[in-house]
């Protein structure tokens, strides 16, 4: 459980520990030798004689997902999302229409098999970047309970063992698929450390197999299944029920596209939005002595990637907030997937969208930037004019300084070769405070200035947010100079 600090001791960076504490971004990530030889053993036994073509078909399915998610009325959506209390009858409010599995998509056994060869590797990829910065970020987090929302062919399950080696004792996982399931057991078979793994086809299945006592679960993830309910109104049911069977953490993660990252906005704001109705109305009927409890209990903000609790600064700027996460292709991979007219990379990026939510409000302490760090940089450069950066606060129209459109014609990323590194050295953490922004599309190198498009917040309490173009030069600041040349999409910055 979240637990607020009331006194914090200012962290003293130096320029090569502040660098190391942003940095967040996994550059190429390479997937584990015991995963990438389960699929392989998998696939083996499998003997599915139209991979090339099964893969194919999968991918048209999720295309067709997306073009449902584009029919949702704008204004309906708005009124939702703004006031849901409005939208809905007393008697109706929050009373899902339909289970899950049966409005989401239902795999068979041949898509499974391809989901497994085309897919996994990318959701498993990406569910390790989330979650690194969640272990890095939350020192006092070790999750022992998880729930798996969505779980596919067990993505998440591979990630949290990476992250969190030792810690899982148990996992709960709901997939209504039997194919997917089957898939995700088979590629258990050989794993060390095993924890124990109950299977649910639907979250009431789960609610009725558990004690009221023990559904609460440390970690509740879902990824890549939000968007697979066209209902925005079941969307935000299920996510109102995720969060109340989290004790601590959840993750939802969506694709990289203006709709995934349109799923997260709104779960992001309501939950938030829900949390902050439920605070006062606790304020209001318990007295003074006693709030301490209630902050404790009740609450939520933001770990990532948002360092503010505030309404989504991008949200009319016609922009969308995502990522990219690049990994070395595997074998697998590169057998099955097709490219459009050229010869197929060694590496692919997957976009993602995504927002990690915490159980309690967010601690209060001092920014990286503050006192003694200023001191140090004045110490080593004494004869210039230390301003740590300038910031245009005029709208930025620029447009994305790169395109991910698809695999094949997609820029590479700047200063990146087709070799891939995982780099697991221990680094100094950033704290979760609100004095970190999120460096947002990649960084802009023009001569001895760097330009960044950060997600900040607003103020120190981290109640408000805003999307400011920062500019750091080297005359101005030569150690934030440096940092910035080495800052990527992803990582954070220092105010």
């Given at each position: ?212 006592s023990k559904r609460k679960n440390d970690l509740v993830i879902a990824s890549y299944v939000l968007g697979e ?32 990252s349109k799923i997260i906005s709104q779960m992001r704001s309501h939950i938030l939005w829900m949390e902050k ?184 309490e981290g109640t408000a947010g805003s999307f400011d173009r920062v500019i750091v030069t080297r005359s101005k ?19």
């Open positions: 459980m979240a637990s607020l600090v009331p006194e914090v001791v200012q962290k003293i960076f130096t320029p090569e520990t502040l660098r190391a504490a942003a940095k967040q971004s996994i550059r190429c990530h390479v997937v584990p030798l015991h995963l990438r030889r389960a699929i392989d053993k998998y696939l083996t036994e499998q003997d599915e004689p139209h991979m090339k073509r099964n893969v194919l078909r999968l991918s048209e399915s999720f295309n067709e997902i997306k073009k449902v998610n584009l029919m949702l009325p704008e204004s309906t959506a708005k009124d939702i999302i703004e006031d849901p209390l409005k939208s809905v009858t007393q008697a109706q409010r929050w009373k899902i229409k339909s289970a899950y599995g049966d409005i989401g998509f239902t795999y068979r056994e041949d898509e499974a098999v391809a989901y497994v060869a085309s897919r996994m590797p990318a959701v498993y990829s990406t569910l390790y970047r989330v979650l690194s910065e969640v272990g890095r970020r939350l020192s006092d987090f070790s999750p022992e309970n998880v729930l798996d929302f969505g779980a596919g062919t067990g993505s998440a399950l591979w990630a949290i063992q990476e992250v969190w080696p030792q810690s899982l004792k148990k996992i709960n996982i709901i997939e209504p698929s039997t194919p997917m399931q089957r898939a995700g057991q088979n590629l258990t078979l050989d794993m060390k450390n095993l924890p124990q793994i109950q299977g649910h086809s639907s979250i009431l299945e789960f609610m009725k197999k558990s004690k009221k309910i066209p209902s925005l109104q079941d969307r935000i049911t299920l996510a109102r029920q995720l969060w109340e069977l989290t004790e601590d953490v959840l993750v939802l993660v969506e694709p990289g596209t203006p709709q995934g109705r439920k605070f006062k109305k606790s304020e209001v009927s318990l007295n003074k002595a006693s709030q301490d409890l209630v902050v404790h209990k009740s609450g939520a903000f933001i770990v990532a990637p948002c360092p503010h609790d505030g309404p989504c600064p991008l949200e009319k700027s016609g922009k969308y907030c995502h990522f990219v996460q690049r990994l070395q292709r595997t074998t697998s991979q590169r057998a099955y997937k097709r490219s459009k007219g050229q010869p197929l990379r060694g590496f692919e990026d997957e976009k993602f969208s995504y927002v990690v939510f915490r159980r309690g409000s967010r601690p209060r302490t001092p920014w990286p930037l503050d006192g003694m760090e200023l001191k140090t940089l004045k110490q080593k450069h004494a004869n210039r004019n230390m301003e740590d950066m300038e910031i245009d606060y005029e709208e930025n129209e620029d447009e994305d300084p790169t395109g991910y459109e698809s695999n094949a014609t997609e820029p590479d990323i700047p200063g990146e070769d087709d070799s891939c590194e995982n780099k697991d050295e221990k680094i100094d953490t950033a704290d979760i405070g609100s004095g970190w922004g999120r460096i947002v599309f990649w960084p802009v190198h023009r001569g001895n200035l760097v330009e960044m498009n950060v997600c900040r917040a607003g103020n120190r600041n030569p150690d934030l100079h440096f940092q910035a040349k080495r800052s990527f999409w992803g990582d954070l910055w220092p105010f």
